[in-house]
């Protein structure tokens, strides 16, 4: 179970960090990964942090503005989200346990969503 918190509305060259907490014996050996998806849009991957050394992997346009990290003591993973636009409006879904490629929206479990509105 994912439980992500964070979002809110933000300026045009704003930060936000969004958290996704999970539960369970098995969450530090899941790759992570966030997703977003905006009306009339299929989810498109954001960033994904693997479960053993923790490589990152990050969608070209957020390359060099989104960071994501993890904590597994905590069952926590971020996105630490810096210049954003309005084209990252988005509700963000967190995702852990890839079933295949971890740019594909093909995972075990997912958070419920949080909002993120950017504004001009």
């Known amino acids: 179970q994912l439980q992500a918190s964070g979002g809110g509305l933000v300026q045009a060259g704003g930060s936000l960090r969004l958290s996704c907490v999970g539960s369970g014996h098995s969450f530090r050996s899941y790759t992570l990964a966030w997703f977003r998806q905006a009306p009339g849009n299929e989810r498109e991957f954001v960033a994904a942090?693997?479960?053993?050394?923790?490589?990152?992997d990050y969608a070209d346009s957020v390359k060099d503005r989104f960071s994501i990290s993890r904590d597994n003591a905590k069952k926590t993973v971020y996105l630490q989200m810096n210049s954003l636009k309005p084209e990252d409006s988005a509700i963000y879904y967190c995702?852990?346990?890839?079933?295949?490629?971890?740019?594909?929206?093909?995972?075990?479990?997912w958070g419920q969503g949080t909002q993120v509105t950017v504004s001009s």
């Open positions: 942090v693997s479960w053993g050394h923790g490589r990152t």
């Open positions: 995702a852990a346990q890839s079933m295949g490629s971890v740019r594909t929206p093909q995972y075990g479990y």
